[in-house]
């Protein structure tokens, strides 16, 4: 039997440009200072009072391929709740944990993120990937949002064994998509750098 | 057996046609240069990860979000301008609505300046537009806003390159794996065809894409013009379900 196949062409993209934030962040104060149009940025807070599960900081560092923080990014990222289900209509006026997540740079140069450590997620091959955050880079000079995931430095045995990373054939580039561990001030906060070109490389994927 | 379409929020989605896209290196939009990725993409297929995403509620949006000529007023009155209506249809590669999705914009005002610390271009401020709006989709997947047509603007990349007036887009759609950015630009202008980050994308039909038609039937009387700019999302892959109607 045949497949479907589709009847329209998707939108083509088109660069975010370097004032993203105006739509995307508009209070940010760093950027476009719009206040007074929505009351808050969406995807500021992910978790709510009552949400269950261990608190944790993320943060993602852009670098391009000169060695510079792209300071003009956007992040997005989207993960499973500590049971390793992804929330669908999360009411965050509730306090509902809603799974997503938007930055742009804050006044240490850092893209932080307030979350909680994801549980495991099912993978296609029935079997459970390692804990990890879905990641949605957009900025100037960036024409289609770039995909790549951030799994955990202190996820070893699970990471050895999950359905993504086990399709990255280097060893050595698997590694940029594992966030180190760092003790913060109350939290255990989890860093990854981002390399846009270079040595170093991250691995985007074509979801 | 019948060969149905999932319903929506469930199932994987078509590969995306990556050659209908920009590709990530353009020289001639210079910024390309140090931002795209030189390894090729990793084909890893979807999980649920991909395809699901964050959806929002009509509880986040304010009652002027979509009214860009008002979210920002100062003083009472309406930001400077050609005033516009751009209205459309979101739909996916399946040619079915979607529905309750977030539809952002942001673009420069009149004169082509943005409300942005790092904007340098001399063109005035207008002290009663601020530039963004957000809206939902309805349940036929039709959105509008009101807003002023944006101008046109130097920016720095070669010498003496403009940007056609537009107005930048981003859409959720149901899926992570949908998420788009994209720019909306306005028929008959000729700038459009001489401008760099236009032309990274590759095929000309593609661009069509991105051109918002005048509409002189929904002209809003003494009031605004009208343009249509219908969006297409990734579409979810069907998949064979025995005696099941797409929706059960």
Redesign the interface.
């Known amino acids: ?1 045949l ?2 196949t ?19 962040a ?1 209070n940010a104060e ?5 206040k ?4 808050k940025d ?2 500021i807070t992910m978790l709510g009072p009552d949400t269950k599960g261990e608190r944790i900081e993320i943060v993602i560092n852009v670098i ?3 060695g ?1 923080p ?1 300071s ?1 990014a956007l992040i ?1 990222i ?3 709740d500590a049971d390793g289900n ?8 509730a306090g509902d944990f ?3 997540g938007r930055q742009v740079m804050n006044d240490k140069g850092e893209f932080l993120f307030q979350t909680i450590k994801p549980g495991r ?4 091959d029935g079997l459970r ?1 390692a804990p ?1 955050v ?1 990641v ?1 880079i ?10 790549t ?1 951030l799994y955990f430095e202190d996820e070893t045995e699970a990471n050895a064994s999950d ?2 990373l086990n ?2 054939p280097s060893p050595r ?1 698997r590694q940029t998509l594992i966030a180190r561990k760092e003790q913060g001030t109350d939290m255990v906060r989890y860093v990854l750098d981002v390399h ?2 270079g040595d170093k ?7 | 057996m019948s ?1 149905v ?1 999932l319903p929506s ?1 469930e199932g994987p989605l ?5 050659d ?5 290196l ?1 020289p001639q ?11 090729p ?10 395809f ?6 009509h ?2 949006l ?1 009652e ?2 979509g009214d860009l000529i008002r ?2 007023s100062q003083d009472g009155s309406d930001a400077m301008g050609q005033r516009i209506i751009v209205y459309g249809q979101v ?5 079915r609505a979607v529905p309750n999705t ?1 539809v ?3 673009q420069a005002n009149a004169a082509g300046r ?6 340098g271009y001399l063109a005035p401020l207008d002290p009663n537009f ?5 809206v939902l989709t309805d349940e036929n997947g039709f959105y509008s806003f009101r807003t002023i047509k944006p101008g046109a603007y130097p920016w720095p990349n070669n010498g003496n390159d403009w940007r056609p007036a537009h107005i ?1 887009f ?1 859409i959720f759609g149901d899926a ?2 949908q ?5 909306m630009y306005f028929e008959g202008d000729p700038m459009i065809w001489q401008c760099p ?2 032309g ?2 590759p095929d000309k039909s ?2 069509d ?2 051109i918002a038609r005048l509409d002189r039937e929904n002209t809003v009387h003494y009031d605004a013009l009208a343009y249509r700019f219908d ?5 979810r ?2 998949t ?1 379900f025995e005696n099941k109607l797409e929706g059960n």
């Not at chain 1, 007074?36 to 009351?39: D, F, H, L, N």
């Not at chain 1, 997620?121 to 296609?124: A, D, K, N, R, S």
């Not at chain 2, 993409?41 to 991909?50: I, K, S, V």
């Not at chain 2, 699901?52 to 509620?57: A, I, L």
Request: positive net charge; hydrophobic residues 40%.
């Open positions: 039997m497949h479907k589709q009847k329209l062409k998707e939108t083509p993209s088109q660069t975010a440009g370097p004032y993203v934030a105006i739509g995307m508009p760093k950027f476009a200072d719009i007074g149009v929505y009351k969406l995807g391009d391929g000169d510079v792209a003009d997005e989207w993960q499973a992804y929330v669908k209509d999360a009411d965050p006026v809603t799974g997503f997620v099912t993978g296609p990937m990890h879905s949605w957009v900025a100037r000079g960036i024409n289609i949002g770039l995909q995931r359905w993504v399709k990255i580039r846009l070109q490389e991250t691995v985007f994927f074509d979801v | 060969d379409l929020g078509f590969h995306r046609d990556r209908w896209h920009p590709p990530a353009t939009y210079k910024s390309t240069t140090f931002r795209a990725p030189r390894h993409l990793l084909a890893m297929g979807q999980t649920a990860t991909e699901t995403g964050p959806t929002f509620g509880s986040k304010g002027l979000d979210n920002y739909l996916d590669e399946n040619a977030l952002e914009v942001w943005y409300r942005h610390k790092r904007e601020g530039g963004c709006g957000r930048h981003s992570f794996a998420r788009l950015i994209s720019q980050i236009v990274t994308v593609a661009i894409q991105l969006i297409v999302l990734r579409g892959r069907s064979m």
